[in-house]
C-alpha cells in the first residue's frame, strides 16, 4: 500500500506559477501527475522513475511544467510555470504503473485525493 497527499493547490493569475507536491509513504518506482478538468477525462501530466530519475511530459506542458523529487522527503513536485486557463483542474498524483501504458490513468495502482488548480484573473 502507498498513500499519497497532495498539496499546493490554489487560485493563480494567467502566466503565474504554481508547485504542487506529493508526500508519499514510502518510496515507489515510478510516480505521476495527473489532471482532470470539469466534463473531461483524467490525462497524463508527467511521470518521473526513481532509479535514475527519468522524466516524461504530455505535450501540452512540455517546457512549462518540471516534476522532480526530494529523495529524503519522499515527496515528488509538479512546478507549473506560464499557467494558462486551460490548465485549470484537479491535479492528482499516483504511484505504480508498468512501463508499457503509463500514460493512461487505469493502469496505475494508487492515488492521492487530489489539489484544485485555478488559472484565472
Known amino acids: 500500500q502507498v498513500q499519497l497527499v497532495e498539496s499546493g493547490g490554489g487560485l493563480v493569475q494567467p502566466g503565474g506559477s504554481l508547485r504542487v507536491s506529493c508526500a508519499a509513504s514510502r518510496r515507489t518506482f515510478i510516480l505521476g501527475w495527473f489532471r482532470q478538468a470539469p466534463g473531461k477525462e483524467r490525462e497524463f501530466v508527467a511521470a518521473?522513475?526513481?532509479?535514475?530519475?527519468?522524466?516524461d511530459y504530455a505535450d501540452s506542458v512540455k517546457g512549462r511544467f518540471t516534476i522532480s523529487e526530494d529523495i529524503a522527503k519522499n515527496t515528488v513536485y509538479l512546478q507549473m510555470n506560464s499557467l494558462k486557463p486551460e490548465d485549470t483542474a484537479i491535479y492528482s498524483c499516483a504511484a505504480d504503473a508498468p512501463l508499457s501504458g503509463y500514460t493512461d490513468y487505469r493502469t496505475w495502482n494508487y492515488w492521492g485525493q487530489g489539489t484544485q488548480v485555478t488559472v484565472a484573473s
Open positions: 518521473l522513475w526513481r532509479s535514475g530519475a527519468n522524466t
